[in-house]
């Protein structure tokens, strides 16, 4: 323990974020960074508890209860309370590939955990866990580490999301040759394209590729499986192969007026931006602009929140967030929501705190249901009708949805981004291989097994398991590649 009294002793912090309207005027990364004296407070805050649920990783409540990849947290925050950052990154790396993106992009359940939320703020796990990895990179201490033998074994990742590159980086580390198929013309998945910049620097994402390509992994873009190469040619050509293509098939809505123009879905939009920034600086012009539009954001989740984020940039005249779930209270509700659950309350995340700033109010409307598009004479979109509802739990576990009479409103629109989440994997290389699935359309495989009903094939992230966070797609890549590795040698000594 660092200190046994310093939960007591010493309040929550974390880093000061950039100006909201300041940072709407970049893609930048809006956090700034805490001194090496003040991580050294909070680790000391630490309880170092008998039974540190922050680790546990387990579901509770329908969401994430602890760290999904098991992170040591109590010792790594004793370690920097000490002033150990090398052995504290050393620490880090045994449960987590890559903490530059959970410490930036994961929503904390670790904190969601803390013992310490009983009775105050929790740890500031999520920042400790990026610092290290951040002064892991700035002293030069993350360096290749190629393995020392190979096994001659040939396996193919298809998809270089988080769930990808932890296969591929795990069965690297046992010794086979590794080749990850990428479609898009960068390697990262979503960790690229899906995740705004601002989030996360796309050069945190390529300084790791070009770590993992110095251990011998080799990245192959611009090739889709199931396209370029067949899927069955990938099988016979490698001793075994990991689907970890993720659940990238959109979900779209039955909405009188879809087809206007205007109306898009939020990963067009969010990828088309992160792609001509990547490219041009937007200088090409290659991507839906919402500058000088009133903006309707459908999808109150991180997806909805990006868009909001992204339409700011661009320079929207306003932009608006439809949930249809309600707005949470201002503190967890200790008989539906207990701790150690992930607490459901009300809070601004980075967009909402910026369209705050510079409209004055939360852009999210709550308890909202599109009724219908309207659009004029030309086929653009013009306006929204909606209408407040109330939700409700019948006897079988649905979720009703009742429209509350007299609450109908117009809301005035340039353009709409839907942004309801996905529906499961794409079909091309699901349908050549014959593979079976789930109830949702989920590639069928056991989790912790990650076996698919086709011989030397295994599934593993968002594919498998629908759509999730960054860190349980890590989680599942770091368990198949142990699997795989059983696999092919018969036993394995991954984690």
């Known amino acids: ?27 930048e990364e809006f956090h700034k960074h805490m001194s090496d004296e003040q991580l050294k407070t909070q680790g000391a805050r ?59 992009v994961c929503p904390a359940p670790c904190e969601g ?36 033998v190979r096994t001659g074994k040939r396996v193919a ?53 070009d770590l993992m390509a110095a251990e011998g992994v080799e990245f192959v873009t611009n090739t889709e499986i199931g396209k370029d190469i067949s899927a069955q040619e990938l099988v016979d050509g490698f001793d075994a192969v990991v689907l970890c293509g993720g659940a990238t098939k959109p979900r779209e809505v039955n909405i009188e007026g879809r087809e206007l123009n205007g109306v898009h879905l939020a990963m067009d939009y969010l990828n088309g931006t992160i792609k001509s920034y990547l490219d041009s600086n ?18 109150g989740g991180d997806t909805g929140t990006d868009c909001v984020a992204t339409a700011l940039r661009h320079g929207c005249t306003s932009v608006t967030q439809f949930g249809t779930h309600p707005k949470a209270p201002l503190e967890r509700d200790q008989v539906t929501n207990p701790w150690p659950q992930f607490p459901n309350v009300y809070t601004l995340d980075y967009a909402q705190e910026e369209a705050k700033a510079l409209f004055g109010a939360d852009p999210r409307a709550f308890s909202v249901l599109t009724k219908k598009f309207v ?15 109330e939700r409700y739990v019948d006897e079988t576990g649905r979720k009703i949805y009742k429209e509350i009479p007299g609450t109908e409103k117009v809301w005035p629109a340039d353009l709409v981004l839907i942004a309801v989440g996905f529906e499961g994997p794409e079909s091309t290389l699901i349908d050549q291989l014959g593979l079976a699935q789930d109830r949702r359309s989920n590639v069928k495989a056991e989790y912790g097994k990650y076996t698919t009903s086709v011989d030397k094939v295994f599934a593993a992230g968002d594919m498998r398991r629908g759509q999730s966070l960054v860190v349980w797609a890590i989680n599942e890549g770091r368990e198949a590649a142990r699997e795989v590795d059983k696999y092919l040698m018969g036993s394995s000594v991954l984690p």
Not at 17 to 27: A, F, M, N, S
């Open 46 to 104: 630490c309880m170092d508890c008998g039974t540190p649920y922050c680790h546990t990783g387990i579901e509770l409540g329908g969401s994430a209860s602890g760290c999904p990849v098991n992170n040591l947290i109590p010792e790594w925050n004793n370690l920097i309370y000490r002033g150990l950052w090398k052995e504290a990154l050393d620490r880090l790396h045994k449960t987590n590939n890559f903490p530059e993106f959970t410490g930036r």
């Open 113 to 148: 955990s803390c013992t310490v939320g009983l009775i105050g703020e929790p740890v500031t796990i999520k920042t400790i866990e990026q610092a290290i990895i951040d002064k892991g990179f700035d002293q030069g201490w993350v360096v290749p580490q190629p393995p020392k």
């Open 282 to 299: 937007l200088e090409d012009g290659n991507y839906l602009s919402a500058k000088d539009k009133n903006v309707i954001v459908i999808g």
């Open 375 to 389: 659009g004029d004479e030309h086929g653009n979109v013009k306006e929204l009708h909606t209408v407040q509802i």
């Open 157 to 209: 990742v298809v998809g270089s999301g988080p769930a990808g590159m932890a296969t591929a980086a795990q069965l690297n580390k046992a010794g086979h040759h590794v080749t990850v198929y990428e479609r898009a013309d960068r390697i990262g998945g979503l960790l690229v394209y899906g995740i705004p910049t601002m989030k996360l620097d796309k050069q945190v994402v390529q300084r790791r590729v």
């Open 1 to 27: 323990m660092s200190t046994p009294t310093g939960f007591m002793e010493y309040k929550r912090e974390l880093p000061v974020d950039r100006d909201p309207l300041e940072r709407i005027k970049d893609w």
